[in-house]
C-alpha cells in the first residue's frame, strides 16, 4: 500500500463530494491514518463525512486566518503521534465581491481576505507542521487551479491561486534541507461545495468538454485524489515545487476555437 503506517493531516474535507474527501478515503485504502481539520459552521459537516469514512478520524478545528488554531493543531499532532508524513492543504475562500467579474471595483480587504485563506494559509500550515514533518521528511500537497491565465469570474481567486503556486515553490526551496517536499494538484473544474460559489462555473464546465482531449468527468474527484496520494506517498520522493496538473489535458491544448 501507497501509505502504509503514514500519518496524514487532511484539511478542507466538507461534503462526501469534495475533493479532500476523496483524498483522505483513498489515503485510508492506502494504509495511512488521518486526522481531520474544520472550522466554524463547517465544523459540524465535517465530522458527519468523518463518520462516512471506512474508518472515521477526529477532527479538530482550524481557522487558516487564525495562527493560534494552526500552532493548536501542530501541538495536536506533535502530542498524538510526534511526527506527521504528510499534509494536505485544500483551503480557499474569497468574498463575495472578489469574484464575479468584479476584479476593479473590489476593495483591498476583500483581496487581503482571499489570499491570506487561500494562498498565506500555506505557508502559515507548512511553517506551523515544519518539526513534525521533519521527523522524517514529509509531504504537503496543496489544491490548485491553473493561475496561469485571467479567467472570467475568477479575479481575486486566480491572484490567490497564483500566490499558492508561488509559495509552495519559495516552501519547496526553504524546506528540501529538511526532506519536506510541497507541491501543487491543478485540477479540472468539479462540482464541489466550493465551486457553487464561483459565479458562471457551469461556463468553466462546458470549456473543459469541448477542450480537454481525455475528456473531463465534473463529478468524479478520484482522478485528483489519486494524484494526491502518490504525491504523499514516497513514490513521489524526488519531486517538489512541482505543479501536477489533473484535467484530463486541458492546459495544454489551444483555445477552443470551432474547427
Same mark, same amino acid.
Given at each position: 500500500?501507497? *501509505?502504509?503506517?503514514?500519518? *496524514?493531516?487532511?484539511?478542507?474535507?466538507?461534503?462526501?463530494?469534495?475533493?479532500?474527501?476523496?483524498?483522505?478515503?483513498?489515503?485510508?485504502?492506502?494504509?495511512?491514518?488521518?486526522?481531520?481539520?474544520?472550522?466554524?459552521?463547517?465544523?459540524?459537516?465535517?465530522?458527519?463525512?468523518?463518520?462516512?469514512?471506512?474508518?472515521?478520524?477526529? &477532527?479538530?478545528?482550524?481557522?487558516?486566518?487564525?495562527?493560534?488554531?494552526?500552532?493548536?493543531?501542530?501541538?495536536?499532532? $506533535?502530542? $498524538?503521534?510526534?511526527?506527521?508524513?504528510?499534509?494536505?492543504?485544500?483551503?480557499?475562500?474569497?468574498?463575495?465581491?472578489?469574484?464575479?467579474? $468584479?476584479?476593479?471595483?473590489?476593495?483591498?480587504?476583500?483581496?487581503?481576505?482571499?489570499?491570506?485563506?487561500?494562498?498565506?494559509?500555506?505557508?502559515? *500550515?507548512?511553517?506551523?507542521?515544519?518539526?513534525? *514533518?521533519?521527523?522524517?521528511?514529509?509531504?504537503? &500537497?496543496?489544491?490548485?487551479?491553473?493561475?496561469?491565465?485571467?479567467?472570467?469570474?475568477?479575479?481575486?481567486?486566480?491572484?490567490?491561486?497564483?500566490?499558492?503556486?508561488?509559495?509552495?515553490?519559495?516552501?519547496?526551496?526553504?524546506?528540501?534541507?529538511?526532506?519536506?517536499?510541497?507541491?501543487?494538484?491543478?485540477?479540472?473544474?468539479?462540482?464541489?461545495?466550493?465551486?457553487?460559489?464561483?459565479?458562471?462555473?457551469?461556463?468553466?464546465?462546458?470549456?473543459?468538454?469541448?477542450?480537454?482531449?481525455?475528456?473531463?468527468?465534473?463529478?468524479?474527484?478520484?482522478?485528483?485524489?489519486?494524484?494526491?496520494?502518490?504525491?504523499?506517498?514516497?513514490?513521489?520522493?524526488?519531486?517538489?515545487?512541482?505543479?501536477?496538473?489533473?484535467?484530463?489535458?486541458?492546459?495544454?491544448?489551444?483555445?477552443?476555437?470551432?474547427?
Amino acid at each position: 500500500m501507497l *501509505l502504509e503506517k503514514k500519518r *496524514l493531516l487532511i484539511t478542507g474535507v466538507l461534503t462526501p463530494q469534495s475533493i479532500a474527501f476523496a483524498v483522505a478515503r483513498r489515503a485510508q485504502d492506502e494504509g495511512a491514518e488521518l486526522l481531520l481539520t474544520g472550522f466554524g459552521r463547517g465544523m459540524s459537516i465535517t465530522e458527519r463525512s468523518a463518520r462516512r469514512l471506512p474508518s472515521p478520524p477526529d &477532527v479538530v478545528e482550524m481557522d487558516v486566518t487564525d495562527q493560534g488554531q494552526i500552532e493548536a493543531v501542530a501541538d495536536e499532532v $506533535r502530542g $498524538r503521534w510526534g511526527g506527521v508524513d504528510g499534509v494536505l492543504h485544500a483551503i480557499a475562500f474569497a468574498p463575495e465581491d472578489a469574484l464575479g467579474g $468584479r476584479f476593479l471595483e473590489t476593495p483591498w480587504e476583500s483581496a487581503a481576505t482571499a489570499i491570506q485563506a487561500s494562498a498565506y494559509s500555506l505557508k502559515a *500550515l507548512t511553517v506551523a507542521q515544519r518539526g513534525a *514533518l521533519a521527523q522524517g521528511g514529509g509531504s504537503v &500537497v496543496s489544491l490548485d487551479f491553473d493561475a496561469s491565465v485571467a479567467w472570467p469570474a475568477y479575479d481575486w481567486m486566480g491572484v490567490s491561486k497564483a500566490a499558492l503556486e508561488s509559495i509552495s515553490r519559495y516552501l519547496a526551496r526553504d524546506l528540501g534541507r529538511d526532506g519536506i517536499r510541497v507541491n501543487c494538484v491543478a485540477a479540472g473544474p468539479l462540482r464541489t461545495v466550493a465551486a457553487k460559489g464561483i459565479p458562471g462555473f457551469d461556463r468553466f464546465i462546458d470549456s473543459w468538454g469541448r477542450r480537454a482531449p481525455l475528456g473531463w468527468d465534473p463529478a468524479d474527484t478520484e482522478p485528483v485524489a489519486d494524484a494526491c496520494v502518490w504525491l504523499l506517498s514516497d513514490r513521489a520522493r524526488a519531486i517538489t515545487g512541482e505543479i501536477v496538473h489533473v484535467d484530463g489535458g486541458y492546459h495544454s491544448m489551444g483555445t477552443d476555437l470551432p474547427e
